[in-house]
């Protein structure tokens, strides 16, 4: 199992940024994918998932701020944040399945002015 997070980096309050989690090594679209961080002196979050077939959850603390995608011919999660804001700021990372590993090695998001 493979999964490669890409798309952070630093990104001022209101702006946006579109995560990538490339993966391979199992039959993803046959599996629920999820999206969780950890920010600085922090545990892990979930922040959203989804199904196989598309139908996705959020964290009360993104709902309506972060959407949560698939690419099933690419094998590949993506999570497209608007809205960021400071309290954002974490290590995102990719988990096959609904718990927390096997996850990648993450991706910094930073959101500061």
């Known amino acids: 199992v493979q999964l490669v997070e890409s798309g952070g980096g630093l990104v001022q309050p209101g702006g946006s940024l579109r995560l990538s989690c490339a993966t391979s090594?199992?039959?993803?679209?046959?599996?629920?994918m999820n999206w969780v961080r950890q920010a600085p002196g922090e545990g892990l979050e979930r922040v959203s998932g989804?199904?196989?077939?598309?139908?996705?959850t959020y964290a009360d603390s993104v709902k309506g701020r972060f959407t949560i995608s698939r690419d099933n011919a690419k094998n590949t999660l993506y999570l497209q944040m608007d809205s960021l804001e400071p309290g954002d700021t974490a290590v995102y990372y990719c988990?096959?399945?609904?718990?927390?590993?096997?996850r990648g090695q993450g991706t910094q998001v930073t959101v500061s002015s």
């Open positions: 988990v096959k399945g609904g718990g927390y590993t096997p």
């Open positions: 090594g199992f039959a993803f679209s046959k599996y629920y």
């Open positions: 989804i199904s196989p077939g598309g139908e996705s």
